[in-house]
């Protein structure tokens, strides 16, 4: 793996990652790793964590920064290959896409009628810090309108758009997601990477700012999603969205 520019099987691609990123996404690897082997089935525990552990060692052993996170990329899809083979994937769902949003910075997101989506993210969208945003896993954020919806019917001052999200679908069985589930929307593809952290700057939408209630650690299954983009397109409101074990 040393040196390689572009990986088609992990989707890795050398020339998207700055040290920054490369950094901050190391530190969460061990996290990445037992992410993506969440709830696997009893006979997959003891096999995925023996990669796990020899993923960590690889990362460690790579005396370059983007091999490393090569490195963890390829760990990460194996962990998701392991799981369709013995067919412990996320079953197939269909859904829509509700809303599409971007913003100049910050939140809320506004809706917009589509765009484009590239492997840097959504066309027209910005991040207003780079500190905690803006990585390739994090190209596209995705959020449930059933989340939402029970949200705005506990009290909450919430909307599509509201926590940040760029693509709002409905018709998923939100609870079920996990690192390395596939989605297809309209003709991009995207690959599940981690849940997205809440951020105080999403406070308003909550009674109380009680943003720990789209925290996946204490509510799992109202968590956003970040997704890494598999094959760019565009996407519209009304697009059909399918979840494959594929």
């Given at each position: 793996?040393?040196?390689v ?5 992990c ?26 082997s ?47 083979a ?24 506004t ?26 896993w ?44 596939i ?28 943003i ?11 968590s ?13 409101a009304?697009?059909?969205?399918s979840?494959s074990?594929?």
């Amino acid at each position: 793996m040393i040196g390689v520019e572009h990986c088609d099987r992990c989707g890795f691609d050398r020339s998207q990652w700055n040290e920054q990123d490369a950094q901050r996404t190391l530190s969460h690897a061990a996290d990445f790793l037992a992410g993506w082997s969440v709830d696997a089935r009893p006979k997959l525990i003891d096999k995925l964590e023996a990669r796990r552990i020899d993923d960590l060692k690889a990362i460690e052993a790579s005396a370059d920064l983007y091999d490393r996170v090569h490195h963890l990329w390829h760990g990460l899809v194996s962990i998701a290959d392991v799981r369709r083979a013995a067919d412990d994937a996320v079953p197939t769902q269909h859904g829509l896409v509700d809303q599409v949003n971007t913003s100049s910075g910050g939140v809320p997101k506004t809706p917009v009628a589509g765009a484009a989506v590239g492997v840097r993210g959504v066309d027209g969208d910005v991040q207003a810090t780079r500190v905690h945003h803006g990585r390739p896993w994090q190209a596209v954020c995705l959020w449930s309108r059933e989340v939402i919806d029970e949200l705005a019917a506990a009290g909450h001052p919430i909307a599509p758009g509201n926590a940040g999200e760029n693509i709002t679908v409905s018709g998923l069985d939100w609870s079920a997601l996990r690192g390395g589930t596939i989605i297809d929307i309209g003709d991009v593809r995207l690959q599940l990477s981690a849940p997205a952290v809440p951020c105080k700057k999403n406070a308003p939408w909550f009674i109380d700012g009680d943003i720990s209630l789209m925290d996946h650690d204490l509510h799992p299954g109202s968590s956003r999603w970040y997704a890494s983009v598999l094959r760019s397109g565009s996407v519209t409101a009304g697009d059909a969205v399918s979840v494959s074990p594929n």
